[in-house]
């Protein structure tokens, strides 16, 4: 600001922004931001796969957990000197104090986590957040996985199993590293969950594209689509499915509980999940 302007009506405004900011900033290095969200619990099992470099932890949760919808991420801390990263909820909420997480080695702290866990560990699970929840009032769903951005369906498959929803769901899961025992197993979660799944394997299926999914979904219109994958491949199917009609607020895709989907180009994308 000019020195001129604290003379002006604008100075206590100014005043006043700078002191709330000044409080937020101390809360924030305190850590007492989301302090009522947090839960401590400890690793009940671990599973690691090499192959595709994924990490899935169970977590049983000592401290109350308000519940989460699917879709929804949390903040982990495994470690206080590294502090809270977040990751996908990859499991339901069914109100018995376990949560799950599938997470892919994709840089120095997550590649690290296999050696460094062991069940017994206590961890703090601070959320859950995200607004990538699934509610919609349209009749019809349409969910695009790309890789490990499956998580979050996988949680809203278990969740319809236990609360049945009429709405018609068609599931694409593209993968380039397709195992099939995992195929298997999404392919009987589907089936209960009453999801349609439509595997899509790199180098072997036509690539995924917003053309492809209007021919296998002829009444897409009806419905809205839901997306966790690469960012490049959400924006062009975004941008094309909009230029053909799909209102803007019908396509869903949080950066937030997608970050931990391989940022891989479009057609390309990596199936690390098991």
């Known amino acids: 600001m000019k020195p001129a302007y604290w003379n002006a009506a604008i100075a206590p405004v100014m005043g006043l922004l700078m002191l709330v900011a000044t409080l937020a900033a101390a809360v924030s290095l305190v850590r007492r931001v989301g302090h009522t969200r947090r839960a401590v619990g400890v690793i009940a099992s671990l599973r690691h796969h090499r192959d595709n470099r994924v990490l899935v932890i169970v977590i049983n949760l000592k401290d109350r957990w308000f519940g989460h919808a699917a879709g929804q991420f949390a903040f982990v801390t495994f470690d206080p000197a590294e502090g809270p990263h977040p990751f996908t909820i990859s499991s339901a909420w069914h109100d018995d104090g376990k949560l799950r997480f599938h997470i892919k080695g994709m840089g120095d702290y997550t590649e690290r986590l296999p050696e460094t866990l062991k069940p017994g560990d206590l961890v703090t699970v601070e959320g859950p957040y995200g607004a990538f929840d699934f ?9 695009i996985a790309g890789g490990i951005g499956i998580t979050p369906f996988l949680a809203r498959m278990q969740a319809r199993v236990r609360h049945p929803d009429d709405r018609s769901v068609d599931l694409f899961y593209s993968t380039n590293a397709p195992d099939q025992e995992f195929i298997g197993a999404a392919r009987q979660l589907a089936t209960r969950a009453n999801v349609r799944l439509h595997v899509l394997v790199s180098g072997k299926d036509n690539r995924l594209t917003a053309k492809r999914l209007r021919e296998i979904v002829p009444e897409w219109l009806s419905g809205d689509v839901w997306f966790c994958g ?7 199917l975004r941008q094309d499915l909009i230029a053909r009609g799909l209102a803007a607020e019908n396509f869903h895709q949080e950066l937030s509980t997608c970050a931990d989907a391989a940022p891989l180009p479009a057609g390309r994308l990596a199936g690390q999940l098991h």
């Open 135 to 143: 509610r919609s009032d349209k009749p019809r769903q349409i969910w």
């Open 230 to 236: 690469p960012a490049g491949f959400g924006r062009a």
